[in-house]
């Protein structure tokens, strides 16, 4: 092995972790960016006549949310019902089964429902995205609405950005309801509690404080799957290719950012 | 009387750059209304990064361009957006939107810039279609056109705000020569019926001699040659008679060179070893 090869090895690799950590701040930045340049076509669009096109963000919401539905209900459900399994085996060791609503209501309502949508809404609707706007860029159609004074931001951007902020918290409320209704469901044949005593149990736990965690977060997810979609469709090069690095990046880091940013969200709300 | 020709297209001293590379070094030229220039060259001579630059896609490291009078490095975000709506750019791939119709494609900048009544705008397309012979093909999607039909439904949108500069990217790559003739009679066509200045970008020989009123060689991201193409078939250049007669050029290679290319060494022995 030669030195020089040796001393390549060493500086190549503090050199790489210096530019991945560069390319890592400066996408971060391009997130930003991103975000108040949407903010900017969807406030002050319309007063440039350059409104943002209502039936793209209806057609988005469709994508990202109705048809999402059942497969976030049955997952959704899986969980509720996998939460009240967990809880009642861990209780029965004190027992204190009959209070597994405690459980449940906290973890799915607070935990569970938002970090569920945000993972399944990345996989699904965050990979398409980043596919579509990687497409769209190597077959030059970025280009074409460039050339015919459309801005993409606005075009692209904007009604996907809205339909994820409309859609993911609306899918997170209904993860919540169905998960605790099959959560219900089992600690009603397991314990024989009924549903109407279950429910009652849930209202008096549950705060509007913690419906409002859960759906915080899924604020907060909606932004960083959508945005992370963008920025990954839009660096795309070297054709199919591409297209299929972009959308598995743009997949694994949405689900890393929103994993983290659930981690920090809770530190800050429990303090 | 005034018979100066009016001067649409100016390129003064263009220099870019891709990343480190230089790709134009001093390109100059200019395109007078309702001319047809086509540019052309050899792959790599920088003829496509010419056009992008045209159409304001990337900013030039340094010179200008002005387009119908408008130096687009200085322009303002309203000033470019205004100039826009004059500029038609049919790319080499179509570059139509998947998930619209032909319809919806060649309506979308009607539709952004016009504010017309939809029917209106379902009339103009039509109009537009008709004259590319793509009638009854609005309702459509991009996917099922075949390449020529594609090519062809592009330039219906790059015509639809009746633009008065008309870009085309390598309008008969990868297209049979009949189909690519038919478009040549398009751009002709077009030329003539919306009084449009056009700059093509092109490698195709026949094209050239059938369309071009005037050519611009790019070789190595300087200028060859600028002149109609009578100049340009009876030019004794070297470079451009290989051109012509698709001769490709002789390559005086370095061995050590050659070496440290296919080695990806610096230099060539001198390494302390273990």
Same mark, same amino acid.
């Given at each position: 092995?030669?030195?020089?090869?040796?001393?390549?090895?060493?500086?190549?690799?503090?050199?790489?972790?210096?530019? $991945?950590?560069?390319?890592?701040?400066?996408?971060?930045?391009?997130?930003?960016?991103?975000?108040?340049?949407?903010?900017?076509?969807?406030?002050?669009?319309?007063?440039?006549? $350059?409104?943002?096109?209502?039936?793209?963000?209806?057609? $988005?919401?469709?994508?990202?949310?109705?048809?999402?539905?059942?497969?976030?209900?049955?997952?959704?459900?899986?969980?509720?019902?996998?939460?009240?399994?967990?809880?009642?085996?861990?209780?029965?060791?004190?027992?204190?089964?009959?209070?597994?609503?405690?459980?449940?209501?906290?973890?799915?309502?607070?935990?569970?429902?938002?970090?569920?949508?945000?993972?399944?809404?990345?996989?699904?609707?965050?990979?398409?995205?980043?596919?579509?706007?990687?497409?769209?860029?190597?077959?030059?159609?970025?280009?074409?609405?460039?050339?015919?004074?459309?801005?993409?931001?606005?075009?692209?951007?904007?009604?996907?950005?809205?339909?994820?902020?409309?859609?993911?918290?609306?899918?997170?409320?209904?993860?919540?309801?169905?998960?605790?209704?099959?959560?219900?469901?089992?600690?009603?044949?397991?314990?024989?509690?009924?549903?109407?005593?279950?429910?009652? $149990?849930?209202?008096?736990?549950?705060?509007?404080?913690?419906?409002?965690?859960?759906?915080?977060?899924?604020?907060?997810?909606?932004?960083?799957?959508?945005?992370?979609?963008?920025?990954?469709?839009?660096?795309?090069?070297?054709?199919?290719?591409?297209?299929?690095?972009?959308?598995?990046?743009?997949?694994?880091?949405?689900?890393?950012?929103?994993?983290?940013?659930?981690?920090?969200?809770?530190?800050?709300?429990?303090? | 009387?005034?018979?100066?020709?009016?001067?649409?297209?100016?390129?003064?001293?263009?220099?870019?750059?891709?990343?480190?590379?230089?790709?134009?070094?001093?390109?100059?030229?200019?395109?007078?209304?309702?001319?047809?220039?086509?540019?052309?060259?050899?792959?790599?001579?920088?003829?496509?990064?010419?056009?992008?630059?045209?159409?304001?896609?990337?900013?030039?490291?340094?010179?200008?361009?002005?387009?119908?009078?408008?130096?687009?490095?200085?322009?303002?975000?309203?000033?470019?957006?205004?100039?826009?709506?004059?500029?038609?750019?049919?790319?080499?791939?179509?570059?139509?939107?998947?998930?619209?119709?032909?319809?919806?494609?060649?309506?979308?900048?009607?539709?952004?810039?016009?504010?017309?009544?939809?029917?209106?705008?379902?009339?103009?397309?039509?109009?537009?279609?008709?004259?590319?012979?793509?009638?009854?093909?609005?309702?459509?999607?991009?996917?099922?056109?075949?390449?020529?039909?594609?090519?062809?439904?592009?330039?219906?949108?790059?015509?639809?705000?009746?633009?008065?500069?008309?870009?085309?990217?390598?309008?008969?790559?990868?297209?049979?020569?009949?189909?690519?003739?038919?478009?040549?009679?398009?751009?002709?066509?077009?030329?003539?019926?919306?009084?449009?200045?056009?700059?093509?970008?092109?490698?195709?020989?026949?094209?050239?001699?059938?369309?071009?009123?005037?050519?611009?060689?790019?070789?190595?991201?300087?200028?060859?040659?600028?002149?109609?193409?009578?100049?340009?078939?009876?030019?004794?250049?070297?470079?451009?008679?290989?051109?012509?007669?698709?001769?490709?050029?002789?390559?005086?290679?370095?061995?050590?060179?050659?070496?440290?290319?296919?080695?990806?060494?610096?230099?060539?022995?001198?390494?302390?070893?273990?």
């Amino acid at each position: 092995m030669s030195l020089k090869n040796a001393k390549d090895g060493i500086l190549g690799y503090t050199e790489n972790i210096g530019r $991945q950590s560069i390319a890592g701040v400066e996408e971060i930045g391009n997130g930003g960016f991103l975000l108040l340049e949407s903010l900017y076509w969807l406030f002050v669009g319309p007063r440039l006549k $350059q409104p943002v096109r209502f039936s793209a963000v209806i057609a $988005q919401m469709m994508e990202v949310g109705i048809n999402a539905i059942p497969l976030i209900a049955m997952m959704a459900g899986t969980i509720g019902a996998m939460m009240a399994m967990q809880s009642i085996y861990m209780l029965r060791i004190f027992g204190a089964e009959s209070q597994v609503t405690y459980g449940v209501a906290f973890s799915v309502v607070r935990e569970f429902a938002p970090l569920i949508t945000g993972i399944l809404v990345a996989g699904r609707s965050g990979s398409a995205l980043a596919a579509r706007l990687g497409t769209m860029k190597i077959s030059q159609e970025i280009d074409a609405l460039k050339v015919m004074g459309i801005n993409p931001v606005r075009f692209l951007v904007v009604p996907a950005l809205l339909a994820m902020l409309v859609m993911v918290p609306a899918l997170t409320i209904m993860n919540m309801l169905v998960g605790m209704l099959c959560a219900g469901l089992y600690i009603n044949a397991e314990l024989g509690i009924s549903l109407a005593a279950y429910w009652d $149990q849930v209202i008096d736990i549950l705060s509007v404080g913690d419906v409002l965690h859960g759906v915080g977060k899924s604020v907060l997810f909606a932004i960083l799957v959508a945005l992370i979609g963008v920025i990954n469709g839009a660096s795309v090069t070297g054709g199919a290719e591409g297209v299929g690095r972009v959308t598995t990046r743009a997949v694994v880091q949405a689900i890393s950012a929103i994993i983290i940013t659930d981690m920090l969200f809770a530190f800050m709300a429990t303090r | 009387m005034n018979t100066e020709p009016n001067i649409v297209i100016e390129v003064e001293d263009l220099v870019t750059h891709y990343g480190p590379r230089k790709i134009l070094d001093g390109v100059s030229m200019n395109v007078a209304e309702g001319e047809i220039m086509v540019i052309m060259g050899g792959s790599g001579s920088g003829k496509s990064t010419l056009l992008r630059y045209l159409m304001a896609l990337e900013k030039q490291t340094s010179g200008t361009i002005r387009l119908l009078g408008q130096d687009i490095g200085t322009a303002s975000q309203q000033e470019m957006f205004d100039l826009r709506k004059k500029i038609g750019v049919a790319f080499q791939g179509g570059a139509l939107f998947s998930s619209m119709s032909v319809g919806e494609n060649i309506m979308l900048p009607l539709y952004e810039h016009a504010k017309l009544d939809m029917l209106t705008m379902e009339i103009m397309a039509r109009m537009k279609l008709e004259v590319v012979d793509l009638a009854g093909f609005e309702d459509l999607m991009p996917a099922e056109l075949s390449g020529g039909m594609i090519k062809r439904a592009a330039f219906a949108r790059a015509v639809i705000m009746d633009p008065k500069l008309l870009f085309c990217d390598e309008p008969s790559a990868g297209l049979d020569p009949v189909v690519a003739s038919a478009l040549d009679d398009l751009i002709l066509k077009l030329r003539d019926a919306l009084q449009m200045t056009v700059v093509v970008v092109t490698h195709e020989l026949e094209s050239v001699f059938k369309i071009a009123d005037r050519v611009t060689v790019l070789d190595r991201g300087h200028i060859l040659f600028i002149g109609t193409v009578e100049e340009l078939r009876n030019s004794k250049s070297e470079r451009i008679q290989n051109l012509l007669n698709r001769r490709p050029e002789d390559e005086t290679i370095d061995p050590d060179e050659y070496l440290r290319r296919l080695t990806g060494e610096e230099e060539i022995g001198g390494d302390a070893t273990l």
